[in-house]
């Protein structure tokens, strides 16, 4: 797979806690809804305990996810939140299972169907991160189906399953889209324009509608902001609303516009993202408070104009595409760094191309950022998306201000981007299980207990 801005780094658009887990779970069971000829009557989907899933399905939102995909709603939809009565009234039985199979991947689904006609059909599935996913078995047989175009698979059984794109944009690749992520390439051209070339030949788009559908999520960031900002409640949810703390006690705090803007912003997004608003994963949900966060601080801490604002973000985007296809947007896989720290390093791209920097200032600058996250674990607090994962998104939102500053200083990033992302990769594989989005650190701690049992119960 050639990554893509709109598919793999920037979005899913989406409501609830996780992209892997409520963007992913959908994605794959829309394409097991299609599979069952639109007609699922009895679901089973099953979890290894060796895997992330069995422990994180609940408090993470797969069984959300999965249940509205199944059912063909929408995950921007305003009844996501209801999805158990939905489920209710659908006539879909739908049952999930802990129970060992051999999990190829942490987010494994093994799905088996019983259709209205008496079909019975079994989906082996993977959510690879930030809502990407892969069917990867139907029957027993090896598939590969990632949602990105319309196929129709023939099994060495007899079997032909159709299926329709459910990914935001198709594949259409022109294979000199690879020649906008060379350095030679880099040299020569702005970092948002090598991502709209790139993002055109990939997917057979015209440039201006990849700059259209940019501009569309930057609008997207811009409503998830003000929601936040405008105040929320949401019962089930660790934090309460603290975002307007800033402004409020602004003469207690160290002074610094940018800075305090960005804190603001950015737990303003993720207070929107837990209360269930619609948000733009950056480029996974837990993630989802640092680059918008960032970014439209410094546009109205400056004054920066829209235009401006949308070429830093679609510089950010090729920066993801260059991490996707080393490494994955799936803390499962390697922890943290590979969300908020993935999320940190497109930040600093996009400052730094808003700032006016060069292609290779921005690469720099995201190599920088991304060297100082190396090893960031995932421990959820409760088995909810939102401690320490506000925390890191501020952190990651702070580390890509200064790693945009020391670049356009003139500091050596001394490690390339590719091998950074490489290296962090490595480490993340090495990380324990434990602390790679399952139950471990912080969220193993008799306080995160407690919170869980206080949290489960209100649900």
């Not at 998306?385 to 670049?407: Q, R, T, Y």
Request: net charge negative.
């Amino acid at each position: 797979m050639i990554p893509s801005i709109f598919n793999d780094v920037l979005g899913p658009v989406m409501r609830g806690p996780s992209s892997s887990h409520v963007a992913g779970g959908a994605r794959i069971a829309a394409l097991v809804r299609q599979a069952a000829d639109d007609d699922p009557r009895r679901v089973t989907v099953t979890f290894d305990p060796a895997g992330s899933l069995a422990e994180s399905h609940d408090g993470h939102g797969t069984d959300m996810g999965f249940a509205c995909g199944i059912m063909g709603i929408p995950i921007t939809d305003p009844r996501v939140d209801d999805w158990q009565s939905l489920l209710a009234e659908s006539g879909i039985e739908l049952e999930y299972r802990i129970e060992p199979f051999g999990a190829e991947h942490p987010n494994h689904y093994r799905v088996d169907v019983e259709t209205g006609s008496g079909k019975s059909i079994r989906v082996d599935a993977v959510s690879t991160g930030g809502g990407a996913i892969e069917l990867i078995g139907i029957n027993g047989c090896s598939v590969s189906v990632h949602g990105d175009k319309e196929e129709t698979v023939e099994l060495p059984t007899g079997e032909s399953f159709h299926f329709t794109q459910v990914m935001p944009v198709g594949a259409c690749v022109d294979d000199a889209c690879e020649r906008c992520l060379s350095p030679e390439g880099a040299s020569n051209s702005a970092l948002w324009e090598l991502a709209l070339e790139y993002e055109s030949k990939r997917d057979g788009l015209d440039p201006d509608a990849v700059y259209a559908l940019m501009k569309d999520l930057y609008g997207i960031m811009s409503d998830s902001l003000a929601a936040g900002l405008a105040g929320t409640d949401y019962e089930a949810r660790v934090l309460p609303m603290q975002s307007h703390l800033i402004e409020k006690n602004a003469a207690r705090l160290v002074p610094g516009d940018m800075v305090n803007t960005a804190i603001r912003y950015i737990s303003a997004i993720m207070e929107n993202k837990s209360a269930m608003g619609v948000f733009v994963a950056a480029p996974t949900a837990g993630s989802a408070g640092c680059l918008p966060g960032t970014v439209l601080a410094l546009r109205d801490v400056l004054g920066i104009d829209e235009d401006t604002v949308v070429k830093g973000l679609l510089a950010a985007g090729l920066i993801g595409v260059l991490f996707a296809g080393q490494a994955t947007f799936a803390a499962e896989a390697a922890g943290c760094q590979v969300e908020c720290g993935a999320g940190s390093g497109m930040a600093a791209a996009a400052i730094c191309q808003m700032m006016g920097g060069s292609a290779r200032e921005c690469v720099d600058a995201a190599s920088f950022a991304l060297q100082g996250i190396t090893g960031l674990a995932c421990d959820p607090v409760a088995n909810r998306v939102e401690v320490p994962c506000l925390n890191k998104n501020i952190l990651c939102g702070m580390n890509a201000i200064s790693s945009a500053n020391v670049i356009l200083a003139g500091y050596d990033k001394v490690i390339p981007l590719d091998e950074t992302i490489c290296a962090i990769y490595d480490i993340g594989t090495k990380l324990p299980q434990e602390l790679r989005c399952t139950y471990g650190g912080l969220g193993k701690t008799p306080t995160s207990n407690e919170i869980r049992q206080r949290l489960d119960g209100s649900n």
